[in-house]
């Protein structure tokens, strides 16, 4: 499969995911992950599609200003195909859902004991003094299979003095999935990537075919890529 690596300022623009959901997929037998690669070939190439459009218009010579203005607002039409690709995407997102419903599932049958959480919380107050020692003994936790010191910090108040940041918990409920549910852990990775990799595509087009057609940014793609 060519994936126009050639193109630097394309590569450089939309990364080179799809290369390693291929290597990651060489049977095909994974169909998200081969749905996904095609899509990303899909969106690439209505990229290039747009641009070389606009390129056609600009160096039509029989094509006034006016002409070439009516003729770029055509190109709107190139949304169908964004809507197409969109649409491929269900699957990948259903996967996706089901598997972070797993993952907050779990979250909820770890709901904190409050008898034992707040003993706990007491034993460890002397490590709210030193800086990441909460944190650290939650990370211990998760290695030794303590569940209960694990619950005991993670759903503490705000209120307790070794209460960590909402970012930092979450991060740790992330580690503490994994560590129960790896295979899992790894495929909602995998789908986020994949999704955010395709929002972004689709972004990128539509902003192209706005800049190209003078129409206004529509609001149903996020604004997020990378390599």
């Known amino acids: 499969m060519h994936f126009h690596t050639d193109d630097l300022a394309e ?13 990651a997929n060489p049977d095909g037998t994974d169909v998200h992950l081969k749905q996904a690669v095609a899509t990303r070939a899909a969106a690439r190439e209505a990229y290039r599609g747009v641009n070389s459009a606009v390129a056609e218009i600009d160096a039509n ?6 002409g070439k203005t009516a003729a770029k607002a055509k ?3 190139w949304r169908s195909n964004l809507d197409r690709e969109r649409a491929n995407m269900n699957a990948i997102e259903s996967e996706r859902g089901q598997l972070i419903g797993t993952r907050k599932a779990f979250d909820g049958e770890h709901a904190d004991d409050a008898i034992n959480g707040s003993e706990i919380r007491t034993y460890l107050a002397p490590l709210t003094d030193t800086p990441g020692g909460i944190e650290q003994a939650a990370r211990v936790a998760i290695a030794d299979g303590d569940t209960n010191t694990f619950r005991a910090i993670v759903n503490a108040s705000r ?10 918990k979450a ?3 992330d580690e503490y999935f ?4 790896p295979v899992d852990a790894e495929r909602i990775g995998v ?7 395709l929002e972004g595509d689709f972004s990128l087009i539509n902003e192209a075919i706005n800049l190209a057609a003078g129409t206004e ?3 149903r793609f996020s604004n997020a890529n990378g390599g």
């Not at 994994?178 to 549910?181: E, I, L, R």
């Not at 789908?191 to 990799?197: N, P, S």
């Open 171 to 173: 991060e740790l409920r």
């Open 191 to 197: 789908l986020d990537e994949i999704v955010r990799t």
């Open 11 to 23: 590569t450089a623009l939309f990364g080179t995911h799809e290369v390693r959901w291929a290597e």
């Open 217 to 219: 940014s529509e609001t």
């Open 61 to 66: 010579p029989e094509l006034t200003t006016q």
């Open 178 to 181: 994994a560590s129960h549910h």
């Open 75 to 77: 190109l709107v039409a």
């Open 159 to 168: 209120l307790w003095p070794g209460a960590l940041p909402d970012a930092v």
